[in-house]
């Protein structure tokens, strides 16, 4: 983030004189915030890893980003949920222009030129007090005050200036509403990425409904099986992570439910209900028989056939020819 903007006040000035371009926030927490463009690329998004991070819940983790091209900076959206406006247009695309609005939600950003100037902060008139006669104490004095009031008069004027007031702006040029021609090879190149994010997005809403639909019916190992597919295709997905952990952690419970219940089932001595809960989790982790919980669960017939005088493997949880 330090890399690509510089964050002031809305009415700071940058010590150096130049021409900067900024994003000033209107509207929201971060109202007043000024973020002025010193990357070529800066992404706006929900995320805290975003270059301007946007405090609103209809903004997506990376939303939009703003890229300089052949001297222009071009606002593009990330194929984000709720879209993008500027000037009260929903736009794709748009080569930004002085003055410009961008509204994502709630939140509103005006993009704006600003030119300093080297003797930009030595604007303050001094008006020389009349002279003391016999006191040159008192000359030296009404000159600090004479400092003090001009000092004071300025800053009044800063405040009764609106926020949205540019320290200088070239009033001959037209605030543009209109996308005007971007490069082709560029255009390609973003349209060509477009087009990735948005395979990308379609491939992994597949899985996530397939994952989803078998986490709905128990079937937790089917639904890791897809959201573990989800990660390896976008594998810094945040919710493919999520939806994975929270799998595991479901498929965890069951199995532990019921283990407690054969425990209670072998404390009152309900042997057969016993092997019945003993006989879910070996059918459940069939296809892992490596799986700890697989040879606790199968220790437990074990111990189950010799208290009721039964043979070894005499307690069948799979009908395996019946499988074949």
């Known amino acids: 983030m330090a890399n690509a903007v510089k964050i002031y006040k809305h009415k700071d000035v940058p010590a150096e004189p130049g021409t900067y371009h900024r ?4 509207t929201g927490e971060n109202k007043g915030r000024a973020y002025f463009i010193i990357g070529k690329r800066i992404v706006m998004g929900r995320s805290e890893k975003c270059d301007v991070t946007i405090l609103d819940l209809k903004s997506s983790r990376e939303h939009a980003e703003i890229t300089l091209a052949g001297g222009n900076y071009i606002l593009t959206d990330l194929g984000s949920q ?42 303050v008139q001094e008006t020389k007090p009349a002279k003391s006669v016999d006191a040159p104490a008192e000359e030296k004095k009404n000159k600090r005050m004479t ?35 971007i490069d082709d090879s560029f255009q390609r190149a973003i349209e060509k990425r477009n087009k990735r994010n948005q395979k990308n997005k379609e491939k992994l809403a597949i899985y ?15 639904a890791i099986n897809e959201f573990e597919s989800a990660r ?22 069951h199995i532990q439910s019921y283990f407690s219940k054969a425990t209670r089932d072998m404390d009152a001595i309900n042997y057969m209900k016993a092997s019945t809960s ?47």
């Not at 697989?294 to 074990?302: S, V």
């Open 23 to 26: 994003l000033v926030c209107l």
């Open 147 to 181: 400092i003090i009031l001009g000092g004071l008069l300025v800053l009044g004027l800063l405040l009764l200036v609106d926020e949205e007031a540019e320290i200088t702006q070239d009033e001959n040029k037209p605030v543009r509403t209109k996308v005007k021609e």
């Open 208 to 222: 996530f409904k397939r994952g989803l639909r078998e986490y709905r019916e128990g079937n937790y190992f089917r």
């Open 232 to 253: 390896q295709w976008s594998p810094n997905d945040s919710l493919a992570n999520f939806y994975l952990r929270k799998t595991r952690e479901k498929l965890d419970e």
């Open 278 to 324: 003993y006989c879910a989790v070996i059918r459940l982790l069939d296809k892992y028989p490596n799986d700890p919980r697989y040879k606790t669960a199968e220790e437990g017939i074990r111990n189950l056939e010799k208290k009721l005088g039964m043979s070894e493997g005499e307690i069948i949880c799979i009908d395996k020819k019946g499988s074949e």
């Open 82 to 123: 709720n879209g993008v406006m500027v000037n009260d247009l929903k736009v794709k695309q748009h080569v930004l222009a002085n003055g410009d609005k961008i509204i994502i939600g709630k939140t509103v950003y005006k993009f704006s030129k600003m030119v300093v100037k080297a003797d930009e902060k030595e604007k």
